[in-house]
Each structure stands twice: as structure tokens, then as C-alpha cells.
């Protein structure tokens, strides 16, 4: 849920390029700013606080929990005038300017975690309409709106637009939908990483495998958000050549990669610069994700079995959303987080910000606050602002392939 989550998020702002942002590091020893009230963790929020937050409050609704009120406040607070957010605003209270950096992947993760809480449905459909508004003519989106798309953020945008009940195939801007971004990053089967996807085209517009981006990829070709459960068995164990893989294929192909690269060990290793030879935590925990909802059940399992020797420390050093990422594995395989090897995920989360309550109704009813037609009158309202010429596109700046 990397993408979230992506490596590239962090590689935007420059701090570094390999994990989610909540997941690359420890907690900082001296944030930069002070902890709001309503946020949870204790490291500095200045690149992750929206992200942390969303994958927290999603992770909470998914086990039943209803959030605490400050904690969604936090979160709604946060977003920008124009439907927009940024990773991080140290003052809310003030208009969003230039000088706020906005970024698609902190968007979308709002969006998902608003909708999963409910109550927010005019907020939800700001966010979205921006984040129609910041699509690429390839049908991708980067992190930056106006950036070069890329493979995380196109998967958690993806994942915004499910969350609602919309149709990502419909999101198109001149004629490509993301689907058609996610089959010019996957990597064809007779070549090295064939089946993987690339975070981006290389300078010779050719795919290069990224475990990070397959894992994020994965749901975004099955139009999944951040919870998923098991999926259908695959159509092919390995990769399948095609010459233009649909949805369905990316994804298997992609299921593919993943499963030979944790069958061995169990896990996926970090590509940190000074980390060789050292297991990725967050992106295995994403993987576990990415392949409970390909079907390919069995290798999830295994994955999330060596989690369950070895996260333990990590997830206690990196706080919130390394909490929630390994919440969302459990329940991608049926598994219970308040057993992880002796350690209750849910208590450690819950006990890093304001607590939440169990919710007496079913979780479902969360998604039919809303209404059933929240789909139908958002596309129109997006139609509309489209027809109108209406943009928020703010130049941003490239990410850097990782």
C-alpha cells in the first residue's frame, strides 16, 4: 500500500528513495515541528503526516474501530482550498499557496481514509475532482501534479477512485485511462523482471523491474484501494506474454514477479543506498497485500509468516503507518493482528494517538452513509468542471526514478 506509500514520494522532496514514507526509517529524534494534537505518532509529520494518518484511520474502520474525532479532524483539516493535500501543514488554519507543496499521493490516501470513515462526502469529491483535474495525458499521474507519472502514484489514485464506487477505466484524459499507464510500465516476459512493473520509463522508454512499484501495482491493475482480501487463483502461475496486456494480465504478471522474488527468503530486500543484503519491511508487507489480492494466497501467507518473525522491531521503530501497513497484510490473508507473534498490532497502533471506539454497526455501513449514487453524481460533477475548463494543475516538481 507503497505507494503509498511510493519511494518516490520521499525522492520528490529529496530525502531519499526506496520505501513509503512512514516506512523507510525510525522515528526522528527531534521532530521539526510539534506534534498537532489529533496526529498520530511521535516522529516528525513534515513528509508523512497525511500519509500516516490516512493508512492509521483506514487500518482502525477496517478492524471495526470508529476513529476518534480529533484524529479525523486532524486529517479533513489538512486539505487545501482547492481539494488538494500536502503531506504535511504545519498551519491548517491558513490558505494554501505557491509555496504548499500538494502532491497526488497524500491526496488520494485522504481520500481513501475520509471515505472510510464517512461523513466527509464533500470533501472526498474535492479531492477527486482535483485529482481528475491533475491526470496525465498518458493516463497516469506522478507525484507532483504536472510531474511525470509514475507507477505508486497511479496505483493509490486508482485506489481513491475505488474507494468511492467509480470506475478507474472511466477516468481518462485524451482517450488513456491509468490502466493504459500500467501497461506501458509493465515489463514484457522475455525480458529481465519480465511480468514486474517499473516506477517509471527509463530514458529510453523502456520498463525496468521495481519491486516497490509491482507491489503497488498489483491493486492498482485490479482497481483495488488499500483492503483487499483474497483474490480469484491466477489465470497462469508465470508471466503470460501479451501484446498489450490488459488490467487482469498486469496484474497476474505482475503477482508472478513478486511470488519468485519472496519464494526464497520470504521477503523483499532494500535497495537503500547502505541497506545490501537487508530485508524491505514495508514494501514485503505490501507485497503480502499484493498477493493475497492476485489469488496467489499461499506465497501471502509465507511472506506474511516471516513478518511475523522479523517486523516486530521495525514496526515499533517506525510508528503508525509501518502499524497499519502490517494490519492491512493481516487482513489480506485472514490472519489476527492482535497476535503477531505475542505483539497485538491493534493496541500498539492504537495507543500512538487519540483512542478510538469499537463501532457498534458493521463495518459496511460506513460505505452506504454515503449513498449508492455517490459515483454517479461525482462523474457528473467531474464532467462539469471538465466541460467548464476548470484545472487546480500547480506545477510541481519530477520525481527522480529511484
Known sequence: ????????ALAAVGVLAAAAPAMAAGPSPSPKVAIPSGLYGTSDPTYDGVWRQSLTL???????????????????????GNGAFAAFRATPD????GKVMVDTNSTAAAVQALQAVGGHD?????????????????????YSPGGASDTNSTSVVIGAFAA??????RVRTGGKSPYDLLAAMSVPCDQDGGGALAFQQDKKGKPAANADATAAGVLGALGKGFVVQAGKAPAHAACSRAGHPGPAQVADNAGAYLAAAVAKTGHLQSVLPGAKDRPDFGNTADAV?????????????????????????WAAQSGPAAYA??????????????????????????????????ATEQKQKTKSDSGSSFGVWWF???????????GFLISGRKKQQP
Open 1 to 8: 500500500m507503497n505507494v503509498r506509500r511510493s519511494a518516490a
Open 58 to 80: 483506514v487500518a482502525q474502520r477496517t478492524l471495526g474501530y470508529r476513529p476518534a474525532a480529533s484524529a479525523v479532524d486532524w486529517l479533513a483539516g489538512q486539505q487545501c
Open 94 to 97: 491558513k490558505a494554501c499557496d
Open 122 to 142: 464533500a470533501q472526498v469529491r474535492k479531492a477527486l475532482v482535483w485529482l481528475t483535474n491533475a491526470q496525465n495525458k498518458d493516463g497516469g499521474w506522478g
Open 164 to 169: 468511492v464506487g467509480q470506475d478507474p477505466a
Open 289 to 313: 497485500v499484493a498477493l493475497a489480492a492476485d489469488g496467489r494466497s499461499e506465497q501471502a501467507k509465507a511472506s506474511y509468516a516471516w513478518l511475523e518473525k522479523n517486523a516486530s522491531q
Open 325 to 358: 501497513q502490517l494490519i492491512l497484510a493481516a487482513h489480506a490473508v485472514g490472519a489476527q493482528p492482535g497476535d503477531f507473534a505475542g505483539t497485538s498490532l491493534v493496541r500498539s497502533l492504537n495507543e500512538l494517538g487519540p483512542a478510538p471506539q469499537m
Open 380 to 390: 457528473v460533477g467531474v464532467c462539469l468542471v471538465a466541460g467548464i475548463g476548470v
